[in-house]
């Protein structure tokens, strides 16, 4: 199979009767594609910036339709935009339950497993310290170097000249993961159970640099709550097919 890896040398070409039959596209731009009289059968589409945006099908918008049934799929993930503290407390408080029902129902042997180079259950939650470790030891909290050890940052960090000394070379235990993990659940339960709206109000840097936003207190909850709900959608998918 060929692949096709950094190119731009397809932007603004036009494909006619060609077939992309089986094709997997990773990472790449499709934003302004436009596709005419062309078979979709089984076409399948997973976009974590979906919801920035439109996707026009038939002349029809369906991001507000998935985004729909993804709030009823996961319930309190709508909470994810809350703006005041009650909101965002009772959004934490739904996905961590649901995160409690996924680990505790994932049998062991597959706390490891990937399905299509996509992270792990283990892998996963080491993500979300990561997340957590980010914008809320970082972006509210201010703390200098606020990653744990065993965190999983993304996989061109590296390239973007991230220091990687900060994380552990060797792979942590699960019941290690499970330890740290817990422990930055709590900070979050913690932090929100004395937010206030005008703490929430407060404006903060961006923890990954950067001038061009400098988010709200709000906004790093809500990175979070983000986090935390795409990579549960994720994570369930995968176990799905494993």
């Known amino acids: 199979m060929t692949v096709y890896s950094g190119t731009e040398g397809f932007e603004g070409a036009t494909f006619v009767r060609s077939s992309f039959r089986g094709a997997v596209l990773k990472s790449c731009d499709l934003s302004g594609v436009k596709m005419r009289s062309v078979d979709v059968g089984g076409l399948d589409i997973d976009s974590h910036d979906l919801f920035f945006g439109t996707l026009i099908v038939n002349g029809v918008d369906v991001v ?65 310290v990561l997340a957590t470790d980010a914008w809320l030891r970082g972006g509210i909290m201010r703390i200098e170097q606020p990653f744990h050890e065993i965190g999983q940052i993304f996989t061109s960090a590296a390239q973007m000249g991230f220091d990687m000394s900060i994380f552990r070379a060797d792979t942590p235990t699960f ?4 330890a740290v993990r817990a422990e930055r659940q709590q900070l979050v339960t913690d932090f929100l159970a004395g937010a206030t709206p005008e703490l ?20 790093c909850v809500r990175v979070i ?17 494993a």
């Open 64 to 128: 507000p339709f998935v985004e729909a049934e993804l709030n009823r799929q996961f319930p309190g993930r709508e909470l994810q935009n809350a703006q005041t503290p009650e909101g965002l407390r009772d959004g934490w408080v739904a996905a961590q339950a649901a995160w409690a029902t996924t680990v505790a129902s994932t049998p062991a042997e597959l706390v490891d497993a990937q399905v299509d180079g996509e992270w792990s259950l283990a892998q996963t939650l080491r993500h979300l």
């Open 225 to 241: 709550l983000e986090e935390e709900w795409a990579h549960l959608r994720y994570i369930r998918r995968d176990l799905a097919l």
């Open 175 to 178: 019941a290690e993961i499970l």
């Open 200 to 219: 929430l109000a407060e404006e903060r840097d961006n923890p990954w640099g950067g001038d061009d936003w400098h988010p709200t207190v709000g906004d």
